[in-house]
């Protein structure tokens, strides 16, 4: 028989008019046969008018064939218990037999087969405190009944949804800050809205281009879409939860639009690969006592760096940061930031790979996170150190802390001390 191994969608939507309704009711799917995947778009009460259900636009069966032939049933606890066994077994019933548990069941007309879902309202333990689920779905003909996997939109699709594992609520009060959404700011919005951050601002003047899209978290379809134009649209299909706010601005041009999303912030992250950016957004920060985290890739894309500059006054400005490394005979990486790590050019192809941008943007999240849930009291979110440098394609004669040898290595290091004579730490009259 046709249907086997086929998953079933059930919206949330069906689930509620299901629930609302009578002993059983038409409905119509979405089939694709090459997928075996079927979505439920349409359903009624017994005999009466079809409700259509609202389809998710960018859903790849949106584009699929109807199927009106297909019906739910409101079932007992034998049913669900029936559903169960064989599902484990791996074992088919004939249409008689499901007939006998549900009455109301109709047989397709020989040769041809439909889909059924089942809800069962008070489906029966299976151990202590554990219930059998009360939705099933089946592929029915007029002589055999299977049952076959369902998965059902009830909400477990969002971050909310990890609330008893991850600090959910927590974070969906923060608000986040992203300066740069290039290849490293893309992949640490995404981040950001896949941990649960209730707000993200996104500041990049720039559009996505084509030979941005091999190392960009955005796709050729959004060539010539301003870049934080684009991320929002993609978060908010991928996040619904994070509210997205796009600011197609230059940070360093537009100091006065800025400055109210830093005062707004929790926590910034700075992408932007520019070392007058960089300076603006390090001096801002400071000035306005919010923690900012820096990431970027340094020597044609060899080494990924990120820094947290807390808003504490034992901690240095990134000014402070690089004035020692000057001072103690360690590189000084702030000036390469002027030579853009994959601008296509002769004289500096795309030398830093896709994979590698993304992984330093998955870290700068993960660390400005961790600052977040450090400071709500979540211990074990705790950073011990500052500054984090790490391997990518290491290479022989760089000093420290760029010294790696191995891929992936990475070296830790506490922030360093403010300089009494650095504007940015300390206000002077």
């Avoid at 929002?232 to 796009?246: C, F, T, V």
């Avoid at 044609?300 to 402070?320: F, M, N, Q, S, T």
């Avoid at 010294?403 to 070296?411: G, I, K, N, V």
């Amino acid at each position: 028989m046709s249907g086997e191994n086929w998953l079933g969608l059930l919206p949330t939507e069906a689930m509620e008019v299901i629930d609302k309704s009578y002993a059983w009711g038409n409905l119509t799917c979405r089939l694709s046969a090459p997928d075996k995947a079927a979505i439920v778009v349409a359903l009624s009460n017994e005999d009466s008018d079809l409700v259509h259900l609202t389809e998710d636009p960018d859903h790849f069966l949106t584009v699929a064939d109807f199927n009106r032939v297909g019906h739910w049933y409101r079932v007992p606890a034998d049913a669900a218990f029936c559903a169960y066994l064989l599902t484990h077994q791996h074992a088919t019933m004939p249409f008689d037999a499901f007939q006998t548990l549900v009455p109301q069941a109709i047989a397709p007309l020989p040769g041809q087969w439909h889909i059924a879902v089942t809800f069962c309202p008070d489906p029966p333990e299976i151990r202590d405190g554990e219930r059998l689920p009360a939705w099933s779905a089946w592929t029915i003909s007029n002589d055999t009944v299977r049952p076959i996997s369902l998965d059902i939109q009830d909400g477990t699709q969002h971050v909310t949804a990890l609330g008893s594992l991850w600090p959910t609520s927590l974070l969906s009060t923060s608000r986040a800050l992203l300066l740069g959404a290039g290849s490293i700011g893309g992949d640490a919005a995404e981040a950001l809205a896949s941990y649960g951050v209730g707000h993200i601002d996104l500041v990049d003047p720039d559009k996505i281009l084509f030979h941005n899209v091999p190392r960009h978290v955005l796709a050729a379809a959004s060539v010539g879409m301003s870049k934080v134009d684009g991320l929002k649209a993609s978060l908010n299909r991928q996040w619904p939860e994070s509210n997205i706010s796009p600011w197609p601005i230059d940070l360093t041009a537009n100091a006065n639009i800025t400055r109210p999303l830093i005062d707004a912030a929790d926590i910034i992250i700075c992408t932007v690969d520019g070392v007058e950016p960089r300076r603006v957004a390090n001096y801002l920060a400071r000035r306005a006592g919010k923690p900012i985290v820096f990431a970027c890739v340094l020597a044609d894309g060899r080494y990924g760096e990120i820094l947290r500059i807390r808003a504490l006054p034992e901690v240095g400005c990134l000014d402070c940061q690089r004035r020692y490394m000057r001072d103690n005979g360690m590189i000084d990486p702030e000036p390469s930031l002027d030579r853009g790590y994959g601008d296509g050019t002769r004289h500096n192809p795309m030398t830093a790979i896709g994979g590698d941008l993304h992984l330093v943007g998955s870290i700068a999240a993960k660390v400005a996170v961790a600052t977040l849930l450090q400071n709500a009291g979540e211990v074990d979110q705790t950073l011990t150190d500052d500054n984090l440098v790490i391997a990518l394609r290491p290479s022989p004669g760089y000093a420290a802390p760029f010294d790696a040898r191995r891929a992936l290595h990475p070296h830790w290091s506490s922030a360093t001390p403010p300089y009494p004579d650095c504007p940015a730490c300390h206000r002077h009259p």
